[in-house]
């Protein structure tokens, strides 16, 4: 199982890396593991997952994103 995107600014332009970077920093304080090479980001989580656990994932990456985009 993978989930995968791109980063992008408001411009349509790709995150630099420094961006990405922080994005996997954000992701990692609040537990969530992901693999950040700019602009893109993988998600691998379980092959057996509940309901319950993607949607705290999705919250804790909307978290770590809003981190990015405040800071």
């Known amino acids: 199982l ?3 995107f791109d980063l992008l600014a408001a411009d349509g332009q ?3 890396a420094e961006r990405c970077g922080q994005l996997f920093h954000a992701c990692l ?3 969530l593991l992901t693999l950040c090479y700019a602009p893109r980001v993988r998600i691998n989580p379980s092959l057996v997952i509940t309901r319950e656990q993607a ?3 999705l919250e804790l990456l909307a978290a770590a994103c809003a981190e990015l985009e405040a800071g």
Do not use: A, C
């Open 55 to 57: 949607l705290e994932g």
């Open 14 to 16: 790709p995150l630099p």
């Open 29 to 31: 304080r609040r537990g």
């Open 2 to 4: 993978l989930f995968g």
